[in-house]
Every structure is written in structure tokens, then in C-alpha cells.
């Protein structure tokens, strides 16, 4: 069974950064795209970031376009989300999810994901 365990959540100022990573375990981690979802109090949970399995093709939020940016090491099992500039807007709970979709663009839809992590909460201060 796919586990995925995410880290690096925490409190920043505004205008900092952090980053997260998150692990994937229990199946192939090449088999999927990987991506990354937002949840704020009171919110939908909404698509922030993906990327397909060999990485070579992302795709982002209009909302954090240009600050936020996904890697992965498939030899490691692990995605990256680097968040730069960050604003008290990005203050949510950051989940990481696999999806089977592989093809290029990556999926950024809720539905599209099969896995998901327990998430990790990013509290942006002003």
C-alpha cells in the first residue's frame, strides 16, 4: 500500500521560505505523477503544484506561479515543494498525493489522485 509522509511544515514570516518534502513508500515510485494540494480553514481543498514521474514537466497555481517550485528525486523516493515569498494567504495545511495519471500535463484535480499524506501545516505570519 502507497504511504506518503510529508515534513517541513512550520512557522515563517512573510517573505520567507520553506521547504517541503515528502516521501514516498509501498509501491513504485516512478508510477506516478506527484502532486501538491492546500487546505485552509474553512476552504476547499485547492491544487497548487504537480509534476509528471521522470519530472520533467510541472505545473503550478496562478496563486503561487513564480514563487513555488516542485522537484522530485526518483532515486530517493521524494518531492520537493520550495516556497519562496511566501504571504499569509499561503498560511494552510499542505498535502502531498500520487497520482497513476502519468501522462504529461500532470493531473491538478482532487479526483485525479489516488494517495494522499496526513499533510503539514505552513503558518505564514505578517
Known amino acids: 500500500q502507497v504511504q506518503l509522509v510529508e515534513s517541513g511544515g512550520g512557522l515563517v514570516q512573510a517573505g520567507g521560505s520553506l521547504r517541503l518534502a515528502c516521501e514516498f513508500s509501498g509501491g513504485t515510485f516512478t508510477n506516478y505523477a506527484m502532486g501538491w494540494f492546500r487546505q485552509a480553514p474553512g476552504k476547499e481543498r485547492e491544487f497548487v503544484a504537480a509534476i509528471t514521474w521522470r519530472g520533467v514537466n510541472t505545473d503550478y497555481s496562478d496563486s503561487v506561479k513564480g514563487r513555488f517550485i516542485t522537484t522530485r528525486d526518483n532515486a530517493k523516493n521524494l518531492v520537493y515543494l520550495q516556497m519562496s515569498s511566501l504571504k499569509p494567504e499561503d498560511t494552510a495545511v499542505y498535502f502531498c498525493?500520487?497520482?497513476?495519471?502519468?501522462?504529461?500535463?500532470?493531473?491538478?484535480?482532487?479526483?485525479?489522485?489516488?494517495?494522499w499524506g496526513q499533510g503539514t501545516r505552513v503558518t505564514v505570519s505578517s
Open positions: 498525493a500520487a497520482s497513476a495519471l502519468v501522462a504529461a500535463p500532470p493531473p491538478r484535480f482532487v479526483g485525479q489522485y489516488d494517495y
